[in-house]
Structures are given as structure tokens and as C-alpha cells.
């Protein structure tokens, strides 16, 4: 079991950035593939970006491709999400989630943290 809390969500102007952090515990971080996925009101979850275990594959949603940027320090057993040009379309609840098996569904979840562009 790995639990993750989520923390770096706010308010911010359209146009400008923010940092969410996502800390895990429990068992090995580095033996986790992680993502971060958003859910919009009224929306399903979506993946915006996803990072391996070591780092070195990354893969994002089209429209956070040039924006956003997916990073892991798995000395510090956290994951990053860096959002920037924020637009009012990004407003959601972004959750981190984890896998252990590559070939899975993430199955473990923080329980969010909150982001929202004004206009």
C-alpha cells in the first residue's frame, strides 16, 4: 500500500504558474510509475501527464504538451507537477496517482488538491 497526499493547488491568474507536489509513503517510491490526472466539474478524470520509474520516460496530455512538465526525486519520494501559461480550461481537481505494474491502471490515489485559473 502507498498512500500520497497532494499539496501546491490554488488560485491563479490565467497566464501564470504553479507547482503541485505529490509525497508518497509506505513502500518503495521508485518502484512506482506515477501521474497526475485532472477532473474538471461535470468531467471525467483525465490523465494530464505520467512519469516512469526512473524518470527517463514521460508522457503527457495534448493539451498540457509545452505547459506542464512532469518530475520525480525519488530520494524525496515526490512528484511534480509544474504548470505554467495556466489557462481557465486547466481549472480541476488534480490528483497524483501510482501503479507498481507498468502495464496496469494506476490504482493508487491522493485525494486531490484544487487549481483553479481565473480568467
Known amino acids: 500500500q502507498v498512500q500520497l497526499v497532494e499539496s501546491g493547488g490554488g488560485l491563479v491568474q490565467a497566464g501564470g504558474s504553479l507547482r503541485l507536489s505529490c509525497t508518497a509513503s509506505?513502500?518503495?517510491?521508485?518502484?512506482?510509475?506515477m501521474g497526475w490526472f485532472r477532473q474538471a466539474p461535470g468531467k471525467e478524470r483525465d490523465l494530464a501527464a505520467r512519469?516512469?520509474?526512473?524518470?527517463?520516460?514521460?508522457v503527457y496530455a495534448d493539451s498540457v504538451k509545452g505547459r506542464f512538465t512532469i518530475s520525480r526525486d525519488n530520494a524525496k519520494n515526490t512528484v511534480y507537477l509544474q504548470m505554467n501559461s495556466l489557462k481557465p480550461e486547466d481549472t480541476a481537481v488534480y490528483y497524483c496517482?501510482?501503479?507498481?505494474?507498468?502495464?496496469?491502471?494506476?490504482?493508487?490515489w491522493g485525494r486531490g488538491t484544487q487549481v483553479t485559473v481565473s480568467p
Open positions: 509506505g513502500r518503495t517510491f521508485s518502484h512506482y510509475d
Open positions: 496517482a501510482a501503479r507498481a505494474n507498468p502495464s496496469s491502471a494506476f490504482n493508487y
Open positions: 512519469i516512469s520509474r526512473s524518470g527517463s520516460i514521460t
